[in-house]
Nanobody, 123 residues
């Protein structure tokens, strides 16, 4: 059974940093792309970024809102993907989710999702 578990969320001041983790189990980690998404109160889910599987070169993609501030990486030994978020802004407040599928495009309609972790950016 596939599981994705996000962690690392919390309350941070504007300009601060957080590193979110997406720990996976039950899948062949190297073969899966992991996408990061977020949903703010009263808004729809939006793409944050994605990293392709190691076997596909582990290329990364970012939404314009996070380019230059967010970095996605993966640790094969731990079957975990990280989302490093720097220079956080209040508008980054949302529940952040990770999702797994065979490539980044497919994560948009992924079958496997985590439960989400809350990120609140506020002074």
């Amino acid at each position: 059974e596939v599981h994705l578990v996000e962690s690392g969320g919390g309350l941070v001041q504007p300009g601060g940093s957080l590193r979110l983790s997406c720990a996976t189990s039950g899948l062949t980690f190297e073969n899966y792309a992991i996408g990061w998404f977020r949903q703010a109160p009263g808004k729809g889910r939006e793409v944050v970024g994605c990293i392709n599987g190691t076997n596909a070169g582990a290329g990364t993609y970012y939404a314009d809102s996070g380019k230059g501030r967010f970095t996605i990486s993966r640790d094969t030994a731990k079957s975990t993907v990280y989302l490093q978020m720097n220079s956080l802004k209040p508008e980054n407040t949302a529940v952040y989710y990770c999702a797994a599928d065979f490539d980044c495009l497919a994560t948009l309609l992924a079958d496997y999702w985590g439960q989400g972790t809350q990120v609140t950016v506020s002074s």
